[in-house]
């Protein structure tokens, strides 16, 4: 059986950058170790094509291999938010692996293997097809966390991240095949269409929509599935560590939005009162836990947890009531704010990686003791992305909060809103502190030596991105806010 010309087409950007990463597996033991930075080359050249690819169709819907895959505007915002991360990641990994001493081609390989599955993630429109999505980028990200072989502490994490990731795997698969049972198809429109009939009143919906709950509450590391992240975030790669952070999440919380809305759409109070919960626990504990953590890498792992509390009060606001205006606002409000927090976090662990010379340093906060005397300019660039992540004005990542809680409000849960902001309050003092001794305190004898930092070419294009991003949309968010407005999902 042939496959129709028009539906390889649709899937033109999928088969661009899976091909791109078997040919670097071919190429790679071929490829001198001097010219390893021509695949990472390769892999960034692959994304800007895809890039444009992609690009091309928004504005339009697109159904393809009998409705399995969607490429709608939703998708293609997505896609280029996962394009921009993962491009910013191998510029970024390029110095890093080097100075880590693993410098290995198929590093690259599996960057493009992870970015293929999360492009197939957003662009579902069957159970199925979202699963294999999640497994291609979960399976990949796996064996990236452990990358460091010769430190336990990676191999640790690998190894957990890889249980507990097969575990919530196994939860997800099972709703989706009770799911299955119950309505005889894995399609979100035909689910939609058995799910708004029956009701939650059915046993066996109620089970299934549980357990895809768990299952994709793991993978937006939502309390109390957020296990594994400290671990994963402080034992991986730090390049890994911010593609984890940033790229897997976007993904998850795309996925995770268009079943809930396409497929559970008819039964909203039913799911989104549970969705309230997990939020108001993941903001909380993300934040409270965070003020404790002495190494940086684990604060912005609690960090990144209680961010994806303050995303869920977009997913909450998108299922709150019957108003087809404030569903949209919740929805656009929850891809700008992943957006911007691609942005911040970016930096902020980009240099984590900067200030890592071999050993443990840039990875506690003490690390940072004077580092305005020891680099000014390193200093201030840690203060932005600090500033941001805080959500004070005229940051990106006020901006993101401040649209969040607007929407909160314009859909009556204004008390949602006055929460997020007291723990927004509450994280400026973790992130501040940071601060604090970047400014306040002096340096050690021992830290004075590292006075000068060296940013190759590549580095540097990685912080000019993220400052960009959370300067420029601090003041000028129009922009991406219009793009967000246009690329919501259709509200039934």
């Not at 606001?317 to 927090?341: C, D, P």
Request: charged letters at 10%; one cysteine or more; aromatic letters at 10%.
């Amino acid at each position: 059986m042939t496959l129709p010309l028009a539906d390889l087409v649709t899937i033109l950007p999928e088969l661009l950058v899976v091909g791109m990463a078997c040919l670097i597996l071919v190429l790679d033991p071929i490829t001198p170790d001097t010219k390893k930075d021509l695949l990472a080359w390769m892999s960034l050249g692959i994304v800007v094509v895809c890039s444009v690819v992609t690009m091309s169709g928004f504005g339009e819907r697109v159904m393809a291999f009998s409705d399995l895959v969607v490429v709608d505007s939703y998708a293609v915002f997505w896609k280029m938010l996962l394009y921009l991360v993962s491009g910013l990641t191998i510029l970024l990994s390029m110095g890093y692996l080097k100075e880590e001493k693993i410098q290995l081609a198929e590093y690259y390989a599996f960057v493009l293997l992870a970015l293929t599955g999360m492009m197939v993630m957003v662009s579902g429109a069957d159970l199925l097809t979202i699963y294999l999505g999640i497994e291609l980028m979960s399976i990949t990200l796996y064996i990236m966390a452990g990358f460091k072989r010769f430190e336990a502490r990676s191999i640790e994490s690998s190894a957990k991240y890889f249980v507990l990731g097969a575990f919530s795997s196994g939860i997800l698969l099972y709703g989706i095949s009770i799911l299955f049972g119950v309505t005889g198809s894995t399609r979100l429109v035909e689910i939609a269409a058995v799910v708004n009939g029956r009701g939650i009143d059915d046993p066996l919906v109620f089970i299934a929509l549980m357990l895809l709950i768990v299952g994709f509450g793991f993978k937006v590391a939502a309390v109390p599935f957020h296990m594994w992240t400290p671990d994963v975030y402080e034992g991986a790669p730090t390049s890994v560590t911010v593609f984890m952070a940033v790229a897997s999440k976007a993904a998850s919380f795309a996925a995770f939005l268009r079943v809930l809305l396409e497929a559970f759409g008819g039964i909203k109070p039913n799911w989104n009162l549970l969705i309230l919960a997990i939020c108001l626990i993941t903001v909380a504990l993300g934040n409270l836990v965070a003020i404790v953590q002495t190494n940086v890498k684990r604060m912005l792992a609690y960090s990144s947890i209680a961010h994806a509390g303050y995303a869920l009060i977009g997913v909450v606001v998108a299922g709150w009531g019957t108003e087809a205006a404030v569903s949209a606002q919740g929805i656009s409000s929850l891809m700008l704010y992943l957006a911007i927090y691609s942005f911040m976090t970016l930096g902020a662990f980009a240099m984590v990686a900067i200030l890592r010379k071999g050993g443990l340093e840039g990875e506690e906060i003490e690390d940072f003791t004077g580092l305005a005397k020891r680099h000014k300019g390193g200093a201030f660039l840690m203060l932005i992305f600090m500033v941001s992540l805080a959500g004070i004005p005229p940051t990106a990542g006020f901006i993101g909060k401040f649209y969040l809680f607007m929407a909160a409000v314009n859909a009556g849960l204004a008390w949602l809103a006055i929460v997020g902001l007291v723990f927004a309050a509450i994280s400026a003092f973790y992130y501040l502190r940071i601060v604090m001794v970047m400014y306040m305190r002096e340096p050690s004898s021992e830290q004075e030596w590292h006075t000068r930092l060296v940013l190759s070419p590549q580095i540097s294009v990685v912080l000019a991105c993220a400052v960009a991003g959370v300067v420029l949309l601090g003041i000028f968010p129009g922009p991406l806010v219009s793009v967000a407005d246009l690329s919501t999902l259709p509200i039934k």
